[in-house]
């Protein structure tokens, strides 16, 4: 047979098998129809996708069903082999996008209900901020393909240096959203993340992420049995050698330290109740109420510092600027004998127009004011518009909340006994943030929040989690006093000491220790793991990029 003979045979046979499939396919009495519908990529990418965002959403709060996210992400690397980068890129991105999309629903409730904006804007809002979220995962998806050329060993390691970098990047992209990054998922394994004290959460979510990799290696690739087992079985071994570490770590005698007994009162203010002028004495009245409350509690506490904290905003009038309201809180304080931390709006006047600030300020024992902490880091569209003259209609979407101005200094309270670094509501969710107040000085981190923008959703769940890595990553007790819940108290190895309901009054007192040597290698370096990643995976990047097609010439590699 010749070989025009030959490629017209192996045409034919190629038509006959093609038709057979087809037919095949279309016939539900065919017994292999489901193996056919499976094997089409119309079928599994977009089963693949859905499985990765659904299980991605689920390891977090709530359910927070922790042992899928060293799973989640493993359809989504089967369902990008074969493909070119660039098609790569959209499998990833949609993979991330369906995972935000059912992580942040809470979105439309906050812009609908307290932005006061149409249904639609919420839902539009929803799905493009999932959408850009999900960039990051297309980009990881896309550098999977990049690399696929290196063994399975190195694929899996170069992907899990990636996934951080692109954390690291979302960290602080456009004033950054780092909501729930993938090491967060892993809260419930307190012995697991007690590293963070060196990586901060990003070495929890690279090592996740390489847990993710090395099995997904494993599965796909053709190399040898034993290739496959070196990527599959480093990431699972690190992680009970570190959970062994952190259950030695966790086991050990705490430090020596102050005791502070705090005192948290949750005053469960309806946001619609918060600003209105008929409600201002209601809400001041429930405060007093609650801390005349809390103040008994802490009575009986044995020796060491005392303190009540309010949430975040907790006054209903601008400290310092109502001189009426001002003075009768100071009064009250003063007759209550307690050092009082407290959120509230304050105003810096200014030879131009005044500058609105969401502060926290310390009031001593005698209601004298104490160290004032201007909130740094502002949401943006709640607190504050972003390029306001190109955006001049989204104006409304923080009339209600009003427009802040960013403060200046990371200011350590060392007014109540133990020096506090505290955080206000978004804050807690940057780590460098935290960081920067235990290199300050502090030695327990205080954060207060209003989360009664979430609404009855896993949100403040999530952003609870998120405060927990903190005490973690920096080795001090963290005390969080929310509006509305969940408020509590963490101790400096991430155990939840105390916890509070949603959208009830509560008080809880408890007592922490704040170590006399605060702070950890994360504390005092930074982001050394994380930027190390980054510069591993941009490394790799390249050499992948100029890498010569099939392994022969000398033509670049190119996205297809």
């Known amino acids: 047979m010749d070989i025009r003979q030959e490629a017209d045979t192996r045409r034919r046979t190629g038509e006959a098998r093609f038709r057979t499939e087809k037919s095949e396919l279309r016939n539900p009495q065919s017994g292999i129809t489901s193996r056919f519908r499976l094997q089409d990529p119309r079928v599994y990418r977009p089963l693949a996708v859905l499985s990765s965002g659904l299980l991605l959403a689920a390891s977090f709060p709530r359910p927070s069903l922790a042992p899928l996210a060293w799973i989640a992400l493993v359809p989504v690397l089967l369902a990008i082999r074969g493909l070119t980068a660039r098609r790569a890129f959209f499998v990833g991105w949609t993979a991330g996008t369906a995972a935000f999309i059912f992580t942040i629903p809470w979105i439309v409730a906050t812009i609908v209900e307290y932005g006061h904006l149409p249904l639609p804007v919420g839902v539009g809002a929803w799905i493009l901020l999932s959408a850009y979220l999900g960039l990051f995962t297309g980009a990881w998806a896309a550098f999977a393909r990049l690399i696929e050329p290196y063994s399975a060993s190195l694929r899996a390691a170069g992907l899990a240096a990636s996934w951080t970098a692109l954390e690291y990047l979302r960290t602080h992209l456009f004033t950054g959203f780092p909501w729930m990054l993938l090491g967060y998922s892993q809260l419930p394994f307190l012995p697991l993340i007690q590293f963070a004290a060196f990586t901060g959460v990003y070495g929890v979510s690279f090592l996740v992420a390489w847990g993710n990799a090395g099995l997904a290696s494993a599965f796909a690739s053709t190399e040898e049995k034993w290739s496959r087992i070196a990527a599959a079985a480093p990431p699972l071994l690190a992680a009970a050698a570190l959970s062994l570490y952190g259950a030695w770590e966790m086991g050990l005698p705490a430090p020596d330290g102050d005791a502070l007994h705090a005192a948290i009162v949750q005053g469960n203010i309806d946001q619609s109740k918060k600003w209105n002028p008929r409600y201002q004495q209601e809400v001041f009245e429930t405060y007093q109420r609650l801390t005349r409350e809390a103040a008994g509690r802490l009575k009986d506490a044995p020796q060491g510092f005392r303190l009540v904290l309010w949430p975040e905003t907790a006054t209903p009038f601008h400290f310092g600027y109502d001189i009426s309201r001002t003075g009768e809180l100071r009064d009250f ?7 009082l931390l407290f959120g509230t709006p304050t105003v810096e006047r200014n030879p131009g127009r005044p500058i609105l600030h969401n502060s926290v300020i310390l009031l001593a024992a005698d209601g004298s004011a104490g160290p004032r902490y201007d909130k740094m880091h502002l949401v943006p569209y709640g607190e504050y518009v972003p390029l306001k003259p190109l955006f001049p209609f989204l104006e409304k979407m923080v009339t209600a909340i009003g ?29 460098d943030q935290a960081r920067r107040f235990v290199a300050s000085g502090a030695r327990v981190l205080v954060t207060v929040t209003n989360d009664a923008w979430f609404g009855r959703t896993g949100a403040p769940y999530q952003h609870f989690a998120m405060a927990a890595f903190r005490a973690v990553e920096n080795g001090v007790p963290l005390i969080r006093a929310a509006n509305t819940g969940i408020s509590g108290v963490i101790d400096a190895r991430g155990r939840v000491l105390g916890s509070g309901p949603l959208f009830e009054p509560w008080v809880h007192a408890q007592t922490v220790i704040a170590p006399k040597e605060a702070g950890t290698f994360y504390s005092r370096w930074g982001n050394l793991f994380a930027q190390a990643s980054s510069a591993a995976a941009l490394a790799l990047m390249i050499a992948a990029w100029r890498r010569p097609a099939g392994g022969k010439g000398k033509k670049k590699r190119r996205l297809e």
Request: charged fraction near 15%; hydrophobic fraction near 40%; proline fraction near 8%.
């Open 403 to 431: 427009d802040f101005g960013e403060g200046r200094e990371y200011t350590v309270m060392r007014g109540a006994g133990v020096p506090l670094g505290t955080l206000i509501c978004y804050e807690v969710i940057f780590p």
């Open 333 to 339: 304080q003063a007759a209550l004998g307690l050092p």
